[in-house]
């Protein structure tokens, strides 16, 4: 079975699981554990954003990397290159560090593909995203909205 990222449905904000994209202004990431966030300003509605919940393996264990998925082309298809304020947020460190060659090319791959110059390493958790004071914003469990700097 190949690494497929599905688009989130259903609650309000929804739930962006893992190998899961959605859109919205608000959306929640839940659990983040070695997993990375791409977000970015839609760009079909300028207070909306468009986000990506990428874990290193698929539920059947399918890795992000495998070339038969093309996990890179379903990315490039769902996020384009329209949108602004675009960031990588979450356990950064872990796929810059992986062990695997094939997740680090992969890593530098998906960030030169999108042309991402904000990295934010963030610790594990819930996680959450938003449109707010015309940026993106981010919000651990039990903390404020933060900026992302751009």
């Known amino acids: 079975m190949p690494y497929i990222i599905q688009q989130a449905t259903g609650t309000n904000p929804p739930l962006v699981s893992e190998c899961c994209w959605g859109e919205a202004v608000e959306v929640n990431f839940g659990a983040m554990t070695s997993c990375i966030a791409l977000v970015q300003q839609s760009a079909d509605a300028a207070s909306s954003i468009r986000v990506i919940h990428l874990a290193l393996i698929s539920e059947d264990g399918t890795p992000v990397f495998d070339p038969d998925s093309n996990v890179l082309g379903q990315i490039g298809d769902i996020m384009g290159l329209q949108g602004d304020l675009r960031a990588c947020i979450g356990c950064i460190d872990f796929w810059q560090a ?20 904000t990295l934010l390493q963030l610790p594990d958790g819930p996680l959450r995203a938003r449109w707010g004071n015309d940026t993106i914003q981010y919000a651990l469990q039990g903390s404020g909205w933060v900026d992302i700097p751009y």
């Open 98 to 117: 992986s062990s695997s060659v094939e997740v680090q090319e992969f890593f530098y791959a998906l960030i030169e593909q999108l042309q991402i110059g």
